[in-house]
């Protein structure tokens, strides 16, 4: 996790706490659905971002026997397990609470201070998802917004982007059912936002799960890097042409390579291991995410 990841994530953790428990008073004074999904999703949110510190920590731990590539997987591990808790702790037991109010409504009470207190809440969660947006913008350079999100491996800035997106909708649904629960005295709009407030975290939950599980399961780098190992070679005097290139995305900010690469003919070994040698340290210079690489000489794939 780079330093402009865990500075978002422990913001968002910050943000998390004083809105839960915000929430959690409006709910008992106003007894509404809505403001307990959203509470427990805020609860669940701080439960999920100390998942990604410990998941970020997890990641630093250097390479040693039983792990010669290192932890840096940890951190996809850690970021499914929030996807998984967001759908099950978050989502699902609001669309139930919704499901449970719409059959059962109840009258909603005073929403002065529950309306208040989302307003706030709106503000806070907005403020730190501007922060997660400019962080990706940064990132992104040229590539589309919605393509960086599915190609991106900033899995842990991507599950806190998530979430806190998920928090915006979520307030702004909670905030229409309240006001439509208490004008209307139909306490089944309140279960209506409640159950609309769970689809959206289901939803959150599944595309984050998605693309967190490609990770997990071995994904490769960006394809930009093939470009890149191309271009080094066109430019480097020993090397004929490239026969193969595999990447691995290894964790956040870690990639193996492994080349076949045809070397310039009559070089010795001496010759051969030195043009090897210069060749990777070239492309940890143009890409220093690259931490190992593997190349092999050979004259066919």
């Known amino acids: 996790m780079s330093h402009g990841s865990t500075s978002e994530v422990i913001k968002s953790l910050v943000v998390n706490v004083a809105i839960a428990v915000a929430k959690g008073i409006a709910a008992v004074i106003s ?20 998942l990604l510190l410990v998941g970020a920590r997890s990641a630093r731990r250097p390479a040693d026997d039983k792990h010669p590539l290192g932890y840096g997987r940890a951190m996809y591990y850690y970021s499914f397990i929030v996807a998984l808790l967001l759908f099950f702790g978050g989502g699902v037991f609001s669309v139930r609470e919704g499901w449970e109010k719409i059959r059962h409504p109840e009258p909603v009470e005073s929403i002065t201070l529950a309306t208040a207190i989302l307003a706030f809440s709106f503000l806070l969660e907005g403020w730190s998802l501007y922060g997660n947006i400019k962080e990706i913008n940064k990132r992104r350079g040229a ?35 309240l006001v439509l629960a208490k004008e209307t005295g139909d306490g089944r709009w309140d279960g209506v936002g409640s159950l609309v407030i769970g689809l959206v975290l289901l939803g959150v939950a599944t595309f984050l799960g998605r693309e967190v599980k490609s990770l997990l399961v071995g994904e490769a780098a960006d394809a930009s890097l093939t470009k890149t190992c191309e271009e080094l070679a066109a ?10 290139v595999l990447t691995l995305q290894q964790g956040p900010g870690e990639i193996v390579v492994a080349l076949k690469l045809e070397m310039r003919a009559g070089m010795v070994t001496a010759e051969l291991v030195e043009a090897i040698n210069s060749f990777e340290r070239q492309l940890k210079l143009r890409v220093p995410e690259v931490r190992w690489s593997f190349i092999e000489p050979d004259n066919a794939d």
Do not use: W
Request: charged content about 20%.
């Open 31 to 50: 007894g509404s659905g809505a403001m307990l999904a959203e509470t427990l999703h805020s609860f669940a949110d701080c439960g999920n971002q100390i």
């Open 143 to 177: 590539k589309a917004f919605v393509r960086y999100l599915k190609d991106t491996t900033d899995s842990d800035l991507i599950v806190v982007f998530g979430e806190n997106s998920a928090a915006v909708i979520g307030l702004i649904f909670a905030m229409i059912a």
């Open 235 to 244: 430019a480097d005097p020993n090397v004929e042409r490239v026969l193969r």
